[in-house]
């Protein structure tokens, strides 16, 4: 009896595995449609996800398109990078304009160029400062002149922040030794699989063909036009629509990669530089609209269940927001700042909160910096916090007390 024990706990466990979630991301679309067959939250979950089709999704699928047009057109020499020169004034400065850039393809860069020994320790603090990950693409889609506005003070902040850092350290401050494998070499392994791909295709193919029909939808909805009375619908046939469309969407952006720890969650799936433009903006805009669902149906849910006014007891937080925002700026990742960019757009959280977030957060960035030179990563990131938070408490108290 002994001897066959740990062969049938083997055949057990064979078993059990073959059922296990390899995409854990599915759990978001089965709950959303669960959600919206349950009577009892079918109303409030149908508008959340209207909402979070028509008046997100549609406008970053149009930015993040235009965006990854315009830098593919651009990118045969990368030249921001290429007019990096010796002056590390000028370093700080052309890191800051990285940073800016919406992603965090530009960050990272420079926080790759920091460990090699190209650029020095005042351009890796001007980078993380400026950045704000994927959050600006939602931000600059839902409100563009805040949008370029918080992304111009993340770009002067960034420039101060640094040339202040180059006064107080050397250019190799804290950073390692070499090594020989790239941090993106090591998280884009075994990522070939055929049902990865097939489904980073297939999103490239649905917002390739409903790019333009939502967005004059979505603009239409904008000036407060009842679409289904313009084209003679049935009532919600609009918002069933949106509703239905984002479920596909998340159906697919959830089978293109595997959720193993905080990394793979709240960090944006990578792109190859051969991806065709339209993929990349699908896979942005389906990781953006992820979160935005996740903000706007917890939002929602905890107001009609428990009974809470979301905004009323975040509005009586007062002077700590500014202080919360910096505090999930500081988590490494776009999923979070992602969420408190829905909320400020919610009208949830003040602006002082969004721009302390934006300048603390370091977006995917700090996962190379952490893998790569973790002491130089927690140092910037902490160096980041301070512009954040004299910034965010200036706003509050000049304009928001």
Not at 81 to 96: D, G, I, N
């Amino acid at each position: 009896m002994n001897s066959t024990t740990p062969q049938f706990e083997r055949l057990v466990w064979l078993n059990f595995a073959q059922f296990r979630l390899t995409y854990k991301r599915l759990l978001l679309p089965i709950s959303l449609i669960v959600l919206l067959l349950a009577e009892a939250t079918r109303e409030i979950v149908l508008t959340s996800l209207s909402d979070a089709f028509w008046a997100v999704a549609s406008y970053v699928a149009l930015t993040l398109a235009l965006y990854h047009y315009l830098s593919r057109f651009f990118s045969g020499q990368h030249y921001l990078v290429t007019m990096y020169h010796r002056s590390r004034h000028y370093q700080v400065m052309f890191a800051a304009l990285l940073g800016a850039l919406p992603g965090c393809g530009g960050a990272i860069i420079v926080t790759t160029q920091f460990v090699s020994g190209r650029v020095g320790f005042g351009a890796l603090v001007a980078v993380l400062t400026s950045t704000m990950g994927d959050a600006a693409f939602l931000l600059l889609a839902s409100q563009p002149d805040i949008g370029i506005l918080v992304i111009a003070i993340g770009i002067v902040v960034g420039c101060l922040s640094g040339w202040a850092i180059n006064a107080i350290h050397k250019d190799d401050f804290l950073r390692p030794a070499q090594t020989h494998q790239s941090f993106r070499a090591r998280c884009c392994r075994n990522r070939d699989r055929h049902i990865e791909q097939t489904a980073i295709n297939l999103q490239g193919t649905f917002w390739k063909w409903l790019l333009v029909p939502t967005t004059l939808i979505a603009s239409v909805n904008t000036f407060q036009v009842d679409v289904n009375q313009l084209l003679t619908l049935p009532q919600q046939s609009i918002e069933w629509l949106g509703a239905i469309l984002i479920i596909i969407s998340m159906l697919l952006w959830s089978v293109t990669k595997e959720i193993n720890d905080y990394e793979s969650t709240v960090a944006e799936d990578h792109k190859t530089t051969a991806s065709h433009p339209m993929q990349k903006a699908a896979q942005d805009t389906n990781f953006v609209t992820a979160w935005v669902i996740v903000a706007f149906i917890a939002f929602e849910l905890i107001t009609f269940t428990a009974n809470i006014d979301v905004s009323t007891t975040l509005a009586n937080c007062g002077a700590w927001m500014p202080l919360m925002g910096l505090a999930i700026g500081l988590l490494p990742g776009c999923g979070p700042q992602i969420l408190v960019t829905s909320l400020y757009l919610s009208g949830v959280a003040p602006l002082s909160a969004q721009l302390a977030n934006a300048i603390s957060n370091d977006g995917d960035a700090l996962f190379p910096a952490i893998a790569l030179a973790p002491k130089a990563a927690l140092v910037a990131s902490l160096y980041s916090a301070l512009p954040a938070l004299l910034v965010g408490y200036s706003y509050y108290f000049l304009f928001e007390r």
